[in-house]
């Protein structure tokens, strides 16, 4: 039985990225989110482990699955939960963030929850503050619970990480995501590759210990899984590509692509889709595709990050 | 924390016949298994249910369903314990609704855990009848919680420590009490 497998505690006052975890803290995450998911499937979808606690989401950014999904998370503890939502136009990097954290301290918030457009903003309003600052995006930089719900989603459909190939297809420059998997899934074991237009493959990425391409066959040719990015059109002034058509014709997951492949592979997609562009609605709505169980997976990642940053041990 | 063991308070005979009697005494109380589920509490209270529920099926012929409960979500005094709880799923039919439940767990002390096992069982429906079997009572109580079941009871000082080991994870079955190491 795995009873005495977690023999770590955990003593992080935060939730900052992927990079400054270990391999076991990952793990300790992805088995505490195990139970979570059982409670999920309760009649009564809801437990009193953070009552009367309360967690503020400081959205900078817009996003829709990951702030529900960190709402959800922190109604289910029986968490109190506020939303401050604000266009990322107006506001500036530096002092209103961390006055902002700091009001939000005062306002006695156990947990903040930040997104925002600068790498590094969660991490500079972490050491502002004393109560608990969870990463929800933060720049090019990280999106830690991303990547975590997507290395829960593929240990619980395959049973483990360690030697699995895996491969990030997609914008890669301009992925939190991409870079948060990169850390997670090699600290886990996986081999990782990523799959990109060269433009698009940031310069020094090979020195995170992964493989590069920019044939998306070779990329899925021998992969246990792929996570596909979403193309962000909004974000490419360097117009790495033309036109969405163009890219789904060089860089998208069709079916015909993946009867190249191994024959179980696994899709992942952090969402949102745009279908025809990175994949297919086939492919979207296939039976290797496990997207819809990685939304459901976030909730319960969620709440084990929270409850795990709300009992944190200090390090005496 | 190294513990002094004092005495063995029970063998594994002695368990089995405590496990033997209390089945016993649910069957008669309850008339029967018409509506009994078992629900261990994580971890020894898991081990415990099943071998009552053995027990039940080997008296009367007829099987009792089994449910485990883990109670770390609804522990009271999650941020005062120094340990970090080992977290696990519960695994249970939810449909508790009219059904008369066992609960079971190794020691019964201050009765909180009873407290938290039962606030998780009504979240989950409207059991007919909540009873409590425990293999030890140590006495104590923080709580207006008494045992419908109990294998032994042993009055002890707060500076002693029941230790239950069970061979399913303890690879031998038996009950000791021990002292704790004085400061």
């Known amino acids: ?316 | 924390m190294a513990l002094k063991k004092k005495a063995i308070i029970l063998d594994k005979d002695g368990i089995d016949r405590a496990i033997k009697r209390i089945s016993h005494e649910i069957l008669e109380n309850n008339k029967g298994i018409k509506g009994l589920v078992i629900v261990g509490i994580r971890s020894r209270g898991e081990y415990l249910a099943y071998r009552i529920a053995e027990s039940i099926k080997k008296i009367s012929g007829k099987k009792v369903p089994v449910g485990i409960l883990d109670i770390t979500l609804y522990r009271d005094d999650l941020t005062e314990i120094a340990e970090q709880p080992i977290l696990k799923e519960s695994n249970i039919d939810y449909n508790i609704t009219g059904k008369k439940i066992v609960l079971v767990d190794d020691v019964l002390f201050t009765g909180r855990t009873i407290r938290c096992a039962m606030d998780q069982l009504i979240d989950f429906g409207r059991p007919s009848v909540i009873q409590l079997a425990v293999l030890i009572d140590r006495g104590h109580r923080e709580l207006p919680i008494r045992a419908d079941y109990v294998g032994k009871n042993v009055p002890t000082s707060l500076n002693e420590v029941i230790e239950v080991k069970l061979k399913e994870v303890d690879k031998i079955d038996e009950v000791d009490i021990c002292e704790k190491p004085k400061k």
């Open chain 1, 1 to 316: 039985m795995s009873a005495t497998k977690n023999t770590i505690t955990w003593t992080k006052k935060d939730l900052l990225g992927l990079e400054y975890l270990s391999k076991e803290e990952i793990e300790l995450i992805l088995d505490h989110a195990k139970s979570f998911k059982e409670v999920l499937l309760r009649p009564l979808r809801k437990v009193p482990t953070l009552r009367g606690k309360t967690v503020a989401n400081l959205f900078y950014e817009p996003s829709t699955r990951t702030r529900i999904s960190f709402e959800l998370a922190a109604k289910r503890l029986s968490a109190d939960v506020i939303n401050i939502v604000k266009e990322s136009s107006s506001i500036q990097k530096g002092e209103t963030l961390i006055d902002t954290g700091r009001n939000l301290e005062a306002l006695k918030i156990d947990i903040i929850v930040v997104r925002h457009g600068s790498s590094g903003a969660p991490a500079a309003l972490s050491r502002a503050v004393d109560i608990s600052v969870v990463n929800a995006g933060d720049g090019w930089h990280e999106h830690p619970t991303q990547a975590l719900l997507d290395i829960f989603t593929l240990r619980e459909k395959l049973g483990k990480i360690n030697g699995l190939k895996i491969s990030i297809i997609g914008d890669i420059a301009h992925s939190r995501v991409a870079r948060s998997n990169i850390w997670g899934f090699t600290k886990l074991g996986a081999k990782v590759t990523v799959c990109a237009p060269k433009k698009l493959i940031p310069k020094g990425i090979e020195k995170l210990g992964v493989k590069i391409t920019s044939d998306v066959d070779d990329a899925i040719k021998d992969a246990d899984a792929i996570n596909v990015l979403r193309m962000q059109f909004e974000r490419d002034e360097k117009a790495a590509f033309p036109s969405k058509i163009q890219y789904f014709k060089n860089f998208g997951i069709t079916e015909e692509r993946l009867k190249r492949a191994k024959k179980d592979i696994v899709v992942m997609h952090p969402g949102p889709i745009n279908r025809g562009v990175e994949m297919s609605a086939e492919v979207a709505d296939g039976s290797k595709s496990v997207i819809l169980k990685q939304v459901t997976n976030g909730i319960a990642v969620r709440m084990a990050v929270l409850y795990l940053v709300a009992h944190h041990k200090r390090n005496i």
